[in-house]
């Protein structure tokens, strides 16, 4: 089992930038691939971006390109989200998730096996 523990959302102005953090534990990461998802009330949840954990390679929706940055320290089994010029409409929860044992981008939220308990970002204008 692996549990996924996130911490960071919060109640921000539209502009302004915010970290979420995703820790890992219970299993190996070194073949896995993280996710960050997001869902808006009466919507459903969207991939955000990914990292594959061994490279460093990175995956965005089009939407986030050039505002957000995902990044992990393997070190610590954690994952970060890197969050600038928030806008109203990346309010939502914040889900991280891990698939252990993949090659390719996954973008499915039923491509995951592991989530974390979600954290709400807020972006007012």
């Known amino acids: 089992q692996v549990q996924l523990v996130e911490f960071g959302g919060g109640l921000v102005q539209a502009g302004a930038s915010l970290r979420l953090s995703c820790t890992a534990s219970?299993?190996?990461?070194?073949?896995?691939?993280m996710g960050w998802f997001r869902q808006a009330p009466g919507k459903e949840r969207e991939f955000v971006a990914g990292i594959r954990w061994a490279l460093g390679s990175t995956h965005y929706t089009d939407s986030v390109k050039g505002r957000f940055t995902i990044s992990r320290d393997s070190a610590k089994n954690t994952g970060y989200l890197q969050m600038n010029s928030l806008k109203p409409e990346d309010t939502a929860v914040y889900y991280c998730?891990?698939?252990?044992?993949?090659?390719?981008?996954?973008?499915?939220?039923?491509?995951?096996?592991?989530w974390g308990q979600g954290t709400q970002v807020t972006v007012s204008s």
């Open positions: 219970g299993r190996s990461f070194s073949s896995a691939y």
């Open positions: 998730a891990a698939n252990l044992l993949t090659r390719g981008i996954l973008t499915a939220p039923s491509a995951y096996d592991y």
